[in-house]
């Protein structure tokens, strides 16, 4: 139940995203084609699956070990072109947590929901010693995610005429940056 309530909740809020209508520009395919790569994260050994309290947000977190991909060459075309651009991008040198996406339904976008899942689950991995690492996929949620202590790791990754895409890091609570 709380797995399809994610994946309900994930569709709703990046169907009309910019880079998720590039990479699904079919918009009768598109929210099957999310479902699938929704559900393809879930299969990840290290997925969890995260809906905040009120069930207007929600999230997908991998746990990853040093040299773990979080990228197995999923999908086809634009999707694999662009997450074979990312791995490059991706660390590789140690354990870390990686958010792939997390996204709020758009009634309550901008209400402090993003925010509250973010500060819950990035507490655990302070207190676990982890470095998160994500991709930003608006200038929008980029600013969210420098409000809660990320940094760009590099220029915004693009592919082909996609929009930009902004790796980002963020180091364990008082571990020196």
Request: contains cysteine; charged residues 25%; glycine residues 10%.
């Amino acid at each position: 139940m709380k797995v399809d309530m994610v994946l309900a909740v994930l569709v709703e809020a990046f169907t009309d995203d910019p880079l998720v209508r590039w990479l699904f520009p079919e918009p009768q395919e598109r929210p099957d084609a999310q479902l699938g790569f929704y559900r393809a994260l879930l299969t990840h050994p290290g997925a969890e699956a995260d809906l905040a309290a009120d069930g207007t947000g929600a999230a997908i977190w991998l746990t990853l070990a040093a040299a773990q991909a979080p990228y197995g060459g999923e999908g086809t075309g634009r999707l694999r072109a662009l997450g074979d651009a990312l791995a490059q991008r991706h660390p590789d040198d140690e354990p870390h947590l990686y958010l792939p996406c997390m996204g709020v339904v758009g009634a309550r976008q901008g209400s402090g929901v993003g925010s509250a899942m973010l500060r819950r689950r990035l507490a655990r991995a302070d207190a676990d010693g982890l470095p998160v690492h994500l991709e930003a996929s608006s200038a929008r949620s980029r600013a969210l995610y420098l409000r809660h202590g990320f940094a760009d790791t590099g220029d915004p990754v693009r592919v082909a005429d996609s929009p930009p895409v902004w790796p980002m890091q963020r180091r364990p609570s008082g571990e020196n940056r």
